[in-house]
């Protein structure tokens, strides 16, 4: 079956169905039995019948014997479905958790995107599942289904460009505002699709007239909800004349990025720290700043009660340093504003980490 016919099916409801009782009553059914007996005595005769013929040669009366036993036994047959009645069947519409039913095919759909991923291709009847199911579960208020639609959602945006580029606006909103576990699945699904398309893609999009860009994306929240004085990322602001020329859509996502690197959220931080590792290790980041937040941050106070996170950093930035020629230059480029910020904040950096590093 193909996935659209599957979860179709699976939100179908239960239909309730019942069959009529047998009207018989016992004069007729007792009829029905005595014909039924008179047949099967019928086909014992014709059976010692045809066994004679045999044994005595008569082929042609064997045939006919033959064909009248295949005639009576067609009409025992409708006898015996005349005489048995029909049982009611009742088949109850039981309890239907549309919650439910919405995760399985919300993770049927997220399967069916990882198997169809060595294709590189988002299969075509995944794009209409987008609109009828992905999206709707986005802006349920069950955050089960809001986390599974988005774990739907950036694996359909790794297939497809194009709705990487129209959905965009709509993770960056559910990694700023929804729960702690749904922002950090948002946060892994754009840091994979960064590291598959990288920044030049989204740069394309920018470069388009506002009037050609998708205007379709869903809400999540309402404006009371976001915080005071905090703006959309991708709103046009033509009063605000001190917004550089030069600020564009991958500025913007790295500053969303690099956010998370001060989180209190241990989980959100880890999580941002190893996606930037991803991108500098995939040449799909080049920043001496961030690197050296992150030699900073790695060095710092605020990893204590975090030692995977920190040790992983830190197997990081030893191997990046000896991988290539370019990203030693990047390293010896991070050295002066490192070493700035350490001096600023020697109560909260470990500087003997820092000289481990830089030596």
């Known amino acids: 079956l193909e996935l659209a016919e599957v979860v179709s099916e699976l939100q179908q409801p239960l239909q309730e169905t019942e069959s009529q009782p047998s009207t018989l009553s016992e004069k007729e059914r007792r009829a029905r039995e005595l014909e039924l007996a008179a047949l099967r005595l019928q086909l014992n005769v014709a059976r ?14 064997a045939a006919r014997l033959k064909e009248e ?18 049982k009611a069947v009742h088949v109850e519409q039981s309890y239907r958790d549309e919650t439910m039913i919405r995760l399985k095919c919300l993770f049927i759909v997220a399967e069916y995107l990882r198997c ?21 579960a986005v802006q349920s208020p069950d955050a089960r289904l809001r986390d599974a639609s988005i774990n739907a959602l950036g694996l359909c945006c790794l297939l ?12 960056l909103q559910v990694v700023r505002m929804d729960v702690e576990y749904i922002r950090k699945r948002a946060l892994h699904s754009l840091f ?36 005071e004085g905090e703006e959309s990322l991708f709103d046009s602001s033509e009063n605000d004349s001190s917004q550089s020329v030069h600020e564009n859509i991958a500025s913007r996502i790295l500053s969303v990025f690099s956010s998370f690197l001060d ?6 931080r880890s999580t941002a720290i190893f996606g930037l590792c991803k991108l500098f290790v995939q040449a799909r980041l080049r920043s001496a700043s ?3 937040r992150l ?4 060095a710092s106070s605020s990893l204590e009660e975090d030692p995977e996170t920190r040790t992983r950093l830190g197997f990081f930035l030893t191997l990046y340093a000896l991988r290539s020629r370019d990203n030693q230059f990047l390293v010896v480029e991070a050295f002066l504003p490192t070493l700035k910020s350490a001096a600023t904040n020697l109560n909260t950096t470990d500087t003997r980490r820092l000289i481990e590093v830089m030596v």
């Open 192 to 227: 994979d699709i960064v590291a598959v398309y990288g920044f030049d893609a989204f740069e394309e999009e920018a470069e388009k007239p506002p009037s050609r860009r998708q205007t379709q994306t869903p809400n999540l929240f309402d404006e009371e909800q976001e915080e």
């Open 116 to 136: 169809a991923a060595t294709t590189q291709t988002l299969p075509p009847t995944v794009e209409g599942l987008v609109e009828t199911l992905i999206l709707p």
């Open 160 to 171: 497809s460009i194009t709705l990487a580029r129209r959905h965009l606006p709509l993770m």
């Open 263 to 268: 989180s209190d959220c241990s989980t959100l």
């Open 295 to 298: 030699l900073l941050l790695w």
């Open 48 to 61: 010692e019948s045809l066994h004679e013929a045999v044994e005595n040669e008569d082929f042609v009366s």
């Open 290 to 292: 961030l690197f050296s």
């Open 69 to 86: 036993i295949a005639e009576v036994e067609l009409v025992k047959e409708a006898a015996i479905e005349a005489l048995l009645e029909p």
